[in-house]
């Protein structure tokens, strides 16, 4: 009985966490897409610590363009890994930039094309990113190379 009672409690107590990260997580969404970053910031932090995959991604877009803090491509790297990890395809696609740039880690290209065939592949998000890499084409070389990468260029 005092197994099934701890048990319970663990069940109990993870789920807590759980919808606590989500809600920090909607609540630091909310202040980021309203652009006030510096508010952001710290509910994204919270929930990212927590483990919530979303909230890791968004955070690391932060520190990837200097949003709310101090730029900084290393932290934006570790941060899209662990995203990326958790099988969140946006997360995979920014990590595979940072392979493919030499963006807070050593440059390789092997595991650039590696993220970047997850994350197009990638059921429910996959299209969306080939279809914004496509659009992003004759707006700059970095998609064409992307593209070219993943032998999607035509």
């Known amino acids: 009985m005092k197994k099934f009672l701890l048990a319970l409690m663990l069940i109990v107590g993870l789920g807590a966490n759980a919808q606590s990260a989500d ?3 909607e609540e630091g969404k909310k202040l980021y897409d309203q652009e006030l ?5 710290p509910k994204l ?14 955070l690391g877009r932060c520190y990837d363009k200097g949003d709310g803090v101090k730029e900084n491509d290393q932290k934006a ?5 662990k995203s990326a990890k958790q099988d969140y395809a946006k997360a995979m696609y920014q990590l595979g930039r940072c392979y493919m740039k030499g963006k807070g880690v ?24 080939l279809k914004d890499l496509r659009k992003a084409k004759a707006d700059g070389e970095e998609a064409t190379k992307i593209l070219t990468l993943l032998g999607k260029n035509k």
Do not use: C, M, P, T
């Open 106 to 129: 050593a440059a390789n290209q092997e595991e650039a094309k590696k993220w970047l065939k997850r994350a197009i592949s990638d059921i429910k998000h996959g299209d969306e990113i």
């Open 77 to 81: 790297f570790e941060l899209y890994l």
């Open 45 to 58: 932090q919270a929930a990212a610590d927590k483990g919530h995959y979303k909230a890791q991604y968004r």
């Open 37 to 41: 970053y510096k508010e952001a910031v």
């Open 23 to 25: 809600k920090l997580y």
